[in-house]
């Protein structure tokens, strides 16, 4: 299994970015999803989830109202839309993937996670 992220980049307060997941080797759908994100001398955190196939979404509330997690099953694609970003949100993020369901009071928990992808970096300069 393999995650593969993409979509990072220079960005002005403000302004989008769209990353993207690509996960090959996993049963389309039948996964769950995690974005997290990790700031120089911070923790790595959570902040968009999709919990099972049904596509049950969650979010940490720093994103929340700003950022938008969805999947293509098709293409075994994860995606986070990132809108209104600012200064705080700049960090490595990464996509994480479970095989099967995540625990729904749990999705933070980097330790549901079975597969990580490699991160992408988002700055935001104000």
């Known amino acids: 299994v393999q995650l593969q992220a993409s979509g990072g980049g220079l960005v002005q307060a403000g302004g989008s970015l769209r990353l993207s997941c690509v996960a090959s080797?996993?049963?389309?759908?039948?996964?769950?999803i995690g974005w997290f994100r990790q700031a120089p001398g911070k923790e790595r955190e959570g902040i968009s989830f999709?919990?099972?196939?049904?596509?049950?979404?969650s979010y940490a509330d720093s994103v929340k109202g700003r950022f938008t997690v969805s999947r293509d099953n098709a293409q075994n694609t994860m995606y986070l839309q990132m809108n209104s970003l600012k200064p705080e949100d700049t960090a490595l993020y990464y996509c994480?993937?479970?095989?099967?369901?995540?625990?729904?009071?749990?999705?933070?928990?980097?330790?549901?996670?079975?597969?990580w992808g490699q991160g992408t970096q988002v700055t935001v300069s104000s």
């Open positions: 999709i919990s099972n196939s049904f596509g049950v979404t």
């Open positions: 994480a993937a479970r095989n099967g369901n995540l625990i729904s009071s749990r999705v933070g928990d980097r330790e549901q996670y079975d597969f």
């Open positions: 080797g996993l049963t389309s759908g039948y996964y769950g």
